[in-house]
C-alpha cells in the first residue's frame, strides 16, 4: 500500500487544483536542494528551483496553458552551532516569467535559525527566518516561523529504500515598504524515500492562505524535491 501513496497524492492534489475558481488551475513547483558537508560545523547547499502553473483561458474554449512561473537558484551557508542549533545565511536569485519576454527580477537576504526539539524517531524542529526581498521596483521585509515533524513509516530509524511521512506548518508575515502588511499559512503533508545514501526524493501537498486578516484566497500546490548530497 505504501508503494501507492506517493501517486495518490498526486492525484488528490490535481483534482483539488483544477476544482479552484478563476483561471488558475494549479502549481506544481520543483526543487533540486544540492549539499555539501565540509565538517562537523559547516554545510554548504546550493538549490535550483522553478514553478509552474496551469491556466484555463475561458475566451480560448477553455484551452489550460502551460506557464513557468520563474526559475530561481539560492545558495545557503550553514554553522551548526551544537547539536540542536543551527545558524543560516543566505541569498536568493530569482528571475520571474522567464519565457514571457520581460524583466522581473527578485533578490533576497535570508537569515535562518534552525533548532531541533526533538531527533530520532520523531524528528521535531523549528525555523524563524528573516527576509529581505528586492523585486522589480518593490521592497519588503519577511518574519517567518515553520514548524515542522517527521518520522520513518516504520522502525526506528530511516534507512535506504524506506518511506517517511512529513508535516509542516509555516506562518509568513510581509512588511513592504509600501502597502499594507499581511500574514500568510502555508500548511503541507507528504511523503518521501530515502532512494541511496546520497538521494532522497520527497513529495508534498501545500495550502496557502494568504492575507489571513483580508480577502484570503486558498492555493494548492504541489511541491517535489530531489534532495542530493555529494559526500
Not at 500500500?1 to 483544477?18: D, E, H
Not at 529504500?161 to 513592504?176: H, M, Q, R
Request: overall charge negative.
Amino acid at each position: 500500500m505504501r508503494y501507492c501513496l506517493l501517486p495518490t497524492l498526486l492525484c488528490i492534489v490535481t483534482q483539488s487544483g483544477w476544482s479552484q475558481s478563476g483561471d488558475l488551475i494549479g502549481h506544481w513547483e520543483l526543487s533540486v536542494p544540492i549539499s555539501y558537508t565540509l565538517n562537523e560545523r559547516w554545510k554548504f547547499n546550493t538549490t535550483i528551483s522553478n514553478r509552474n502553473g496551469l491556466y484555463e483561458e475561458a475566451e480560448e474554449d477553455n484551452a489550460v496553458n502551460f506557464f513557468v512561473n520563474f526559475v530561481e537558484v539560492t545558495q545557503y551557508a550553514t554553522y551548526r552551532a551544537g547539536n540542536q542549533l543551527s545558524l543560516t545565511l543566505g541569498y536568493r536569485y530569482r528571475d520571474r516569467e522567464p519565457f514571457e519576454g520581460v524583466s522581473l527580477y527578485e533578490h533576497r537576504l535570508i537569515q535562518q535559525l534552525g533548532y531541533v526539539h526533538l531527533r530520532s524517531p520523531t524528528r521535531l524542529a523549528s525555523r524563524l527566518q528573516t527576509e529581505q526581498r528586492w523585486q522589480t521596483e518593490i521592497f519588503s521585509h519577511r518574519v517567518r516561523y515553520r514548524l515542522s515533524v517527521d518520522r520513518p513509516f516504520s522502525g526506528e530509524k530511516l534507512d535506504v529504500g524506506e518511506y517517511y511521512f512529513i508535516f509542516s506548518d509555516e506562518l509568513v508575515s510581509e512588511f513592504p515598504d509600501e502597502g499594507n502588511n499581511t500574514l500568510e499559512n502555508r500548511i503541507a503533508a507528504g511523503a518521501g524515500r530515502l532512494w541511496s545514501r546520497n538521494l532522497r526524493l520527497q513529495l508534498d501537498l501545500q495550502l496557502r492562505s494568504d492575507d489571513l486578516f483580508g480577502n484570503t484566497e486558498h492555493i494548492f500546490f504541489v511541491m517535489t524535491g530531489f534532495y542530493i548530497r555529494l559526500n
